[in-house]
């Protein structure tokens, strides 16, 4: 198949220029054969980049050998971990010609056809699951073996081991089986040939396909998890968060939503307070945000008077006017006390006296002496307080009071106390009730919900108000300090609300379609999406990862397109697919007998522009052909593309068939018994079957075939716990009445022993077993005087035979049934072992040289009896 190794050589150079997952593909589709759903599985991740890819390899192609040597195998040896087969075991095949291995089902045969299918050269890759260790060894290994080989006869030696290549020189040994069939059956109608460089490629495309299933299915699955409010997100048209949200893409900057979404404490209560601004009536909340404005003006400047009134300049002020009142009221008390100290009575100039004194100066100017300057002290006149005539020492006396009166340093005493009481009454006056602050505080929490501000104006009141205190207690005596702290005044954040009040009002009295109205429905549609995108903020970052995700997987599906792959098939279906190579089919279908059906090559294009090579009738071209073939035709016309591409290659190194007559009739099983025979004439042909019938066919076209190939037959059997116990002979049932002659003559031999040394139990096995086959041989013994008109296993009756038959006599009836008989009889007795004798050696010996003398007797007459015709 030099022209199919070279294919397959200018796929693997190809195979450089395609995605990484495409060569790791190839590499499973050529190793492997058909992938499994886990191949598909990674095939995806390799696809995806999430896993690396291991790309196809000379080595992995085991290419069938470009050249003229010959490939022959010798045998395969020292098995191990292969199924349940025997490690001790040779399996001799014949260098020239046919070797058929022939084994019941189980007996092992399939295991070692499984070992040289894995290590030569097969249509489909090598699964490594396809050949299991011992399920009952303790310690399974890996599936191992020795295949000797020649190459131009010398010989070699390959330590085959499963998942591993072997020799190169192995894949010159072409395999058939089942699983290696080149035609197929293509739904609805076409029976299709594919060159395996063509069913490589086609099969990727299908593994591309798969693969874009898988992917577009990922991207589906992916787009349907995007939730309701994030494909239809329920925000205001032209806000930020709308135009985010509805434009998201795998760029999209987390950092972006982040900042969105996230609401400072005042926003959250400005939200708050537009929320239900909106929502209820705009005159009647407007007139609630007039008065909470005049309400709020009230108490900051109410605290604003009680700020100024604890300032340390005014507490310092406060003071100095205390001691300012205090040292002249001092330095009048002092003149005052240097003045009536010598007076009858006490405290003469002190407040409640110069009460008295004014009082007597008004009733003298407007009443006694409205004439007179005040206190009239001319003779005759009257004490005004007591009316009664003044002496010389009262006169004296009232003029230096008013004297005292009139002084100056009384004037500044009273100023100053005038001032400072004037100034400690403001002072008084500024102080914050209770009940004030508590308005102050419900009106900024409740109404404004600034919960902050509230706390911060509820911190300045408690200090300012201590300070307070402690400045109207202390600040008479300069030996106490004016300590008291206080924390900053609030102010511009409450003249901020009070003008943030007066905004919403004014836009709540403007008509709608007013500049302040809409300002504040956008800031409040704002602040509302902001809101919506900070309780959905998980479930946006979610689906721009997505977006992200689904970006990748359109990247990996530009890596499935299969336009490349077409044009490779089509380059390697001109090369393939010769007139030549139509022609060997044409003819191999003729001679495995189904010339009758008319069948040829005709290129079509298959599925994704993948050309196959359909099977069909040439007088009836668009019949549909999967119908009219049989299982068994089918399997014809794969095993005529097999031979036909063995023709075209001009190789002459060995083939292996594996049952190659499944679903065969009869008819079709001698055609390809013969067209397997005429093989063997030119080279190495292996056969495992299991299929009686088929050995004698194989053995009759041997025998009839000119020239007549070297053929031998091999059985593989089983024991109890093992399997593929190797025999270089045929099975018994094969072998003809000399065979078995022969065969019980060295049984007798070796076994009799057992009866010599006393081991009955020994000798029964030995016996019994003997005297089944001797009653076999006198059943082939008939079957051979009567086969030259009919064969067992052959439906065909020769009429030109039947005069051999006529020198068989009555007598040689009785003979042989009394030899039957008696070997029937015998072999009983062995069996029963219920005190009865066994029988001697020697009498079995006496039956077989009994059946021996009758064939020997009745060929040699037959032999004198030429044939009619």
């Not at 025997?86 to 399996?91: E, F, I, P, S, T």
Request: net charge negative; aromatic share 4%.
């Amino acid at each position: 198949m030099a022209i199919e190794a070279e294919a397959l050589a200018s796929v693997l150079d190809w195979s450089v220029t395609c995605p990484p997952w495409q060569r790791d593909a190839l590499r499973r589709l050529i190793t492997a054969g058909a992938l499994q759903p886990a191949d598909h599985d990674e095939l995806v991740g390799i696809c995806k980049g999430n896993q690396p890819a291991v790309f196809l390899q000379p080595n992995d192609l085991h290419l069938p050998a470009v050249g003229h040597e010959v490939i022959n195998l010798r045998q395969v040896h020292s098995v191990q971990h292969v199924n349940t087969l025997a490690g001790n075991q040779k399996l001799i095949l014949q260098e020239h010609g046919m070797t058929v291995i022939y084994g019941d089902n189980g007996s092992g045969k399939s295991g070692y056809a499984r070992i040289l299918r894995s290590a030569c050269h097969a249509r489909v890759g090598k699964n490594d699951n396809e050949i299991l260790p011992n399920i009952y060894d303790q310690k399974p290994g890996k599936p191992s073996a020795s295949i000797q080989y020649s190459v131009n006869g010398n010989h070699v030696t390959c330590n085959w081991q499963n998942g591993q290549p072997a020799d190169d020189a192995l894949a010159a040994v072409c395999v058939f089986d089942s699983q290696t069939a080149n035609v197929h059956v293509e739904s609805p109608n076409d029976v299709v040939y594919s060159p395996l460089p063509l069913e490589v490629l086609a099969n990727l495309v299908a593994v591309c396909k798969a693969v874009s299933a898988k992917l577009n299915a990922e991207i589906t699955a992916l787009r349907q998890a995007t939730p309701e409010a994030i494909k239809n997100p329920p925000c205001q048209h032209g806000t930020a968060v709308h135009q985010l949200v509805t434009k998201l893409t795998a760029t999209t900057e987390p950092e972006a939503i982040e900042q969105l979404s996230t609401l400072t404490k005042a926003e959250e209560q400005q939200l708050a307070q537009l929320t239900v601004d909106i929502a209820d009536d705009p005159a009647r909340t407007a007139r609630k945000l007039s008065a909470l404005q005049t309400q709020l003006g009230n108490h900051v400047a109410r605290l604003a008077r009680l700020d100024a009134a604890i300032s340390d300049d005014a507490a310092q002020n406060l003071r100095a006017m205390a001691i300012d009142c205090a040292t002249k009221n001092q330095a009048a008390l002092v003149a005052g006390g240097a003045l009536f100290q010598n007076e009858p009575l006490p405290h003469v100039g002190s407040e409640v006296w110069q009460t008295l004194w004014e009082s007597a100066r008004a009733f003298s100017v407007d009443e006694a002496y409205p004439d007179h300057d005040f206190p009239v002290t001319h003779p005759g006149s009257v004490c005004v307080l007591c009316q009664q005539p003044l002496s010389p020492e009262a006169s004296d006396r009232l003029r230096r009071f008013e004297h005292f009166v009139q002084d100056d340093s009384q004037q500044r005493a009273d100023v100053a106390l005038s001032a400072y009481e004037e100034a400690l009454e403001d002072f008084d006056g500024a102080a914050m009730s209770r009940s004030n602050a508590a308005d102050l505080l419900v009106a900024i929490r409740d109404e404004l919900r600034m919960d902050e501000l509230a706390k911060a104006v509820r911190r300045y009141v408690s200090t300012a108000k201590w300070r307070h205190r402690q400045i109207r207690r202390k600040h008479a005596n300069t030996d106490q300090p004016l300590d008291a702290l206080k924390v900053g005044f609030p102010k511009d954040a409450l003249e901020a609300q009070i003008q943030e009040i007066a905004t919403r009002a004014a836009a709540l009295n403007a008509d709608a379609d007013a500049p302040a109205r809409k300002s504040m429905i956008q800031k409040y549609k704002e602040l509302a999406d902001r809101k919506w995108l900070a309780n959905n903020k998980a479930d946006v970052l979610a689906e721009i990862d997505r977006r992200k995700t689904i970006a990748a997987l359109s990247k990996a599906l530009d890596d499935t397109t299969t336009n490349r792959i077409t044009a490779k098939s089509t380059e390697i279906a001109k090369e393939l697919v010769t007139d030549a190579l139509r022609a060997r089919f044409a003819q191999e279908i003729a001679s495995l007998g189904v010339s009758d059906l008319a069948l040829e090559l005709k290129q079509q294009h298959g599925a994704y522009g993948v050309p196959r090579f359909k099977v069909q009738l040439v007088r009836k071209p668009d019949a549909p052909i999967d119908k009219i073939l049989s299982e068994g035709e089918h399997r014809c016309v794969a095993l005529s593309a097999f031979l036909a591409e063995l023709a075209t290659a001009g190789s002459e190194s060995a083939i292996v068939f594996d049952d190659p007559i499944s679903s065969l009739d009869h008819m079709h099983r001698e055609e390809v018994a013969k067209r397997l025979v005429q093989e063997a004439s030119k080279r190495q042909v292996v056969v495992f079957t299991h299929d009686l019938p088929f050995l004698f066919m194989l053995d009759r076209a041997v025998e009839k075939s000119v020239p007549k190939p070297d053929f031998v037959v091999r059985s593989v059997t089983r024991l109890q716990n093992e399997a593929g116990i190797c025999h270089n002979n045929a099975p018994f049932k094969t072998l003809s009445v000399d065979g078995i002659v022969a065969r019980l003559r060295k049984r007798l031999d070796n076994e009799c022993i057992h009866h010599k040394q006393g081991n009955e139990d020994a000798w029964r096995v030995s016996a019994t077993s003997i005297l089944r086959e001797l009653r076999q041989g006198w059943e082939q013994a008939v079957a051979e005087v009567v086969g030259f008109v009919v064969q067992r296993f052959n439906n065909k009756v020769k009429t030109d035979g039947l005069v051999r038959i006529t020198p068989i006599t009555v007598q040689d009836c009785e003979t042989m049934r009394d030899g039957f008989e008696h070997c029937s009889g015998l072999l009983h007795h062995a069996a029963e072992a219920l005190g009865k004798p066994l029988p001697k050696p020697d009498d079995v010996r006496a039956e077989v040289e009994a059946l021996a003398t009758w064939h020997k007797d009745v060929a040699a007459r037959q032999a004198a009896v030429k044939k009619i015709g």
